[in-house]
């Protein structure tokens, strides 16, 4: 994509992506802002860091959108993230994993539904506000590595990826705050936003029992048998997770003990101490290449398995639909549901999702 | 806003004077409201002491709703239930749904043909299922999104049989179509000045002499004691000078822009085989063509029309924000998904035949191209 392009900004009304808009309007190429409303019942105002897509949201992306003398509308997108994005997140805690919606709602929306309508309505490409670099078509990390988001972009496809724009990657969150305040636009200094946006108290397992209805269930000790415990639902526990287990019998020396997998067929959650939630070989369904070129045979590389975790070094090895990653440092607390991305220094090399993990040394 | 209004309303803005004042400046400001009063009840076939000026058809519109509704079950505590119709503009629906969630008020929503029409026989059947509960009625003169004019003196008699008020929110009617309060028997009626070439926030409430309201804004007492708050003399100016004008003009312009909007409906047609026109075919305004595009989104189609220097909208603007289905099409019977294909065009006193022809230009291609982009949003 060379020349002036017409370029679709989707604005949340957030700083980053009011900037990254500005960027591209100063390179020239003809900007229309789109704000994506995503809840069929948006809030007025925004309390904190939490919720999305309000009122107030929606009016701080026309207000950049005026300060930048560009067109802007707004898409009701509401039906589709409720199927793609919040319909899916629920089914995933079902079925005992965890998903990242950030990255569903990347893949599903932002450059899926929304990519596929700007193409269609005659744009070249879809700019947003996502910390991260595109160089020679390729994903790598944001230079920012507290604001760095390039877990949650690594599913994108050649193709989705050849009609981004991500024009803050080069750029640390401070500078983006300080050329927005330099820029006249008001949400210089707007929180940023944390959390999942669709669950606005944040009390995620307070929106999963409403969802799937309380269903009382045992939590049962790895290393005893024993049944340490009861809970409400499944559902409600990530792999990993040592709060909140409320358990009736404290482990025989005192040790915590966290979730170590939970069994959405029996509705059984089991706990057990931090070590057995070490794992150094990974398995994981339906990658997806940035290069759109599978590697062939073993490839040393970075992988990372949550969106905020460190990138260990590992072994990767490919076949057919699914990829095994050997971690050379065991990794605690890998999460079935996750996404597995692999980099190659910054590049991102491609994204698969996790379906187990455990010790090389140990029988499953 | 018509450059008479803006002249009067521009002179009015540089006298002085509190119109409820005793003192000489005070008293000329009351004098020119009384004289608006006067020119705007003479123009729509009210008494001066009829005129209740707000601050826009949103205040009408509550005061009416909710201040006639208060007066009614205060009169007598059976009388808690709202009749109204399934396509009103959101300032009576959710008036009235929040009497509903707030004042224990109960409401019978009037359905309405494919048309948008509601019949008089469906208002006979709502009232005289309980006639000793019902408040009041509220049926909209003609519909903000399709343009359907409803038979609203039927209504009013329908009403009346049974000892019920009936208000009508007419903001889109006066300046389109003859509009005489007395004749046609409402007991109250809203209308805004910006629709007809008046300031944005002048508005008055029409309230039949005999009509209890209790006020939603308490004060001095101003305007019956109904709406207190310093007049706002510019307000009752530019409103009066815009409507005796519109009304004059009223019947010129219905002709011309009907001409128009014929052309414009006929053109597309032409163009787009498959356009559907919605609301009546005969009993409509003469400034609305609304329309839709089966297999578009009228988000879409908006975007790329707009582009192209064409101006229209998706639903009411007031809902701009956040685009919905609109409740008026759905009450009519369309599906959602064609109510989410649709483009309201609107005509007025600067409309010309080369602004239908700029539309005509462009509308094949950009359907086709929002075609092609689908119905992405929605989930098959």
Not at chain 1, 70 to 98: Q, S
Not at chain 1, 285 to 300: F, H, I, L, R
Not at chain 2, 185 to 194: F, I, N, S
Not at chain 2, 280 to 289: M, Y
Request: charged share 20%; hydrophobic share 45%; glycine share 10%.
């Amino acid at each position: 994509m060379t020349g002036r392009l017409k370029v679709l900004a989707a604005m949340s009304g957030g700083v980053d992506s009011a900037v990254a808009a500005a960027r591209v309007v100063d390179a020239g190429h003809d900007v229309t802002g789109v704000h994506l409303a995503l809840s069929a019942a948006p809030a007025t105002l925004r309390h904190g860091a939490r919720g999305c897509c309000t009122l107030e949201d929606a009016n701080d992306a026309r207000r950049a959108a005026d300060v930048l003398e560009i067109p802007f509308y707004v898409w009701d997108l509401a039906e589709r993230f409720r199927a793609d994005v919040i319909d899916d997140f629920v089914n995933e805690y079902a079925a005992g994993r965890t998903p990242n919606p950030c990255l569903r709602c990347n893949e599903k929306i932002k450059f899926s539904a929304v990519l596929d309508r700007a193409l269609a309505l005659g744009f070249d490409a879809v700019v947003t506000g996502h910390h991260a670099r595109l160089v020679d078509g390729r994903l790598m990390r944001s230079v920012d590595d507290g604001k760095d988001q390039s877990y949650v972009l690594a599913v994108l496809t050649p193709r989705q990826l050849s009609r981004a724009m991500f024009p803050l990657g080069d750029s640390t969150k401070v500078q983006v705050r300080a050329e927005a305040a330099a820029r006249g636009l008001q949400v210089a200094d707007k929180p940023d936003s944390h959390d999942i946006c669709f669950i606005a108290d944040g009390d995620t397992r307070g929106f999963l029992a409403r969802r799937l209805g309380a269903q009382d269930g045992a939590i049962v000790d790895a290393v005893s048998g024993d049944v340490v415990g009861s809970h409400g639902g499944s559902f409600g526990f990530t792999v990993g997770q040592r709060r909140g287990l409320h358990l009736d019998r404290p482990a025989p020396g005192g040790e915590p003990r966290y979730v170590l997998s939970i069994q959405p067929v029996t509705n059984t959650v089991v706990v057990g101490p931090g070590e057995l939630l070490d794992a150094d070989e990974i398995s994981a369904d339906a990658p997806v290449w940035t290069s759109g070129v599978t590697p062939t045979g073993d490839v040393g590389c970075l992988v990372q398995v949550r969106a905020h975790g460190t990138a260990t070094p590992s072994t990767i090895t490919v076949s057919g639909d699914s990829v095994v990653a050997r971690l050379r440092a065991p990794q605690r607390g890998v999460a079935a549901g996750q996404a597995l991305v692999m980099y190659d220094g910054d590049v991102v090399l491609g994204s698969a999702t996790i379906s187990a993990a455990r010790r090389a040394d140990v029988p499953a | 806003m018509l450059p008479e209004a803006v002249t009067a309303v521009s002179a009015a803005l540089g006298e002085l004077g509190n119109p409820s004042s005793l003192h000489g400046s005070g008293r000329r400001a009351r004098r020119r409201v009384e004289e608006s009063r006067e020119r705007l009840a003479e123009a729509l076939g009210a008494r001066p002491s009829e005129v209740i000026f707000t601050a826009g058809g949103t205040e009408a519109d509550n005061l009416a709703v909710k201040g006639v509704f208060w007066a009614r079950r205060g009169a007598d505590p059976r009388r808690r239930r709202v009749i109204a119709s399934s396509v009103e503009h959101h300032a009576v629906l959710d008036a009235v749904e929040w009497l509903v969630d707030h004042e224990g008020a109960d409401v019978t929503w009037l359905p309405v043909d494919r048309f948008g029409q509601v019949s008089p026989a469906a208002l006979r059947a709502a009232i005289a299922e309980s006639p000793d509960s019902v408040a009041l009625v509220s049926v909209m003169w003609a519909n903000n999104e399709v343009g359907t004019v409803q038979p609203v003196a039927e209504l009013a008699a329908v009403a009346h049989e049974y000892g019920v008020p009936l208000h009508t929110d007419a903001v889109q009617a006066v300046g389109a179509l003859p509009v005489d309060f007395a004749a046609s028997g409402v007991d109250a009626l809203t209308m805004t000045g910006h629709k007809l070439g008046g300031a944005y926030g002048s508005g008055a409430l029409l309230l039949r002499r005999e009509a209890d309201c209790v006020p939603l804004l308490h004060g001095g007492g101003q305007e019956r004691d109904v709406r207190s708050g310093t007049l706002d003399v510019p307000g009752a100016v530019g409103l009066a000078v815009a409507t005796s004008l519109a009304v004059q003009r009223q019947a010129e312009l219905a002709l011309r822009v009907a001409a128009l909007r014929d052309a414009l409906i006929e053109g597309v047609q032409m163009a787009v085989s498959d356009v559907v026109a919605n609301g009546h075919p005969v009993e409509r305004l003469p400034g609305i063509a609304h329309l839709s595009f089966p297999g578009c989104e009228g988000d879409s189609l908006l975007m790329l029309l707009d582009a192209r220097g064409v101006e229209c909208s998706t639903g009411s603007a007031c809902s701009a924000g956040v685009a919905q289905p609109s409740h008026v099409l759905i009450a009519m019977g369309a599906p959602a998904t064609l109510a989410r294909s649709s483009l309201r065009f609107s005509l007025g006193h600067t409309s010309t035949r080369a602004d239908i022809d700029a539309v005509l230009d462009v509308i094949a291609p950009a359907v086709e191209r929002a075609r092609r982009a689908g119905l992405t949003t929605v989930v098959s």
